[in-house]
């Protein structure tokens, strides 16, 4: 994920949403400064299809909603579209019903998840870590299908919780204390 320096050019969502982009191109915004975003591999989709479908059934007709990419999610969201954090999480969980937009997420989503490919890195991932805990997600996780692992961040309270799990364990979802999520099935081949 590469910065596009265009004059030490600063942008706002209202920029981000006139951009024409070529077929599957896609962008984040970060403080201003736009990042490509490199197509995700097989493996990759795999373990996202298999997380959202988890996700998907228990929250079946209930007011929490999952979301997977491409979906915009505007952080610190202003309605005049001045803000300039734009992300596309691989799976997104919203509960509060005015933070959907027609557009995206208006605003810090429950639950975040980024699964790692050859595109991105865990260095990029916790730099996120940051931008996550300062808009105030409650929950963030970090998939690594190659090593079969997954990592937790909690923030409550100012405290940030950190869990680690590995390929067959069953993961506890603190935003939902009876959904847990099966990595056997998720890293399963």
């Not at 591999?41 to 007011?63: A, S």
């Not at 605003?107 to 980024?114: R, T």
């Not at 865990?122 to 190659?146: C, F, G, H, N, S």
Request: with cysteine; glycine share 6%; aromatic share 14%.
């Amino acid at each position: 994920m590469g910065a596009i320096l265009k004059n030490d050019q600063l942008y706002t969502y209202a920029d981000y949403k006139g951009w024409e982009l070529a077929e599957g191109e896609r962008f984040e915004l970060i403080y201003g400064e736009a990042y490509a975003m490199s197509a995700p591999n097989t493996r990759h989709q795999e373990v996202l299809g298999e997380i959202f479908n988890q996700f998907y059934n228990y929250l079946r007709g209930k007011p929490c909603k999952v979301y997977p990419a491409p979906f915009d999610v505007r952080l610190f969201y202003k309605s005049n579209e001045s803000d300039d954090t734009v992300v596309q999480p691989d799976i997104t969980v919203i509960c509060d019903e005015r933070k959907r937009g027609q557009e995206g997420c208006r605003g810090a989503p429950d639950l975040v998840i980024e699964i790692l490919s050859p595109s991105n890195t865990a260095i990029e991932m916790e730099k996120k870590l940051k931008l996550y805990q300062e808009a105030k997600v409650r929950e963030y996780w970090i998939v690594d299908p190659e090593n079969k692992g997954l990592t937790v961040y909690r923030f409550e309270e100012g405290a940030i919780l950190f869990f680690t799990y590995k390929k067959d364990a069953v993961v506890p979802v603190g935003i939902f204390p009876d959904l847990r999520i099966m990595l056997e099935q998720v890293f399963a081949e």
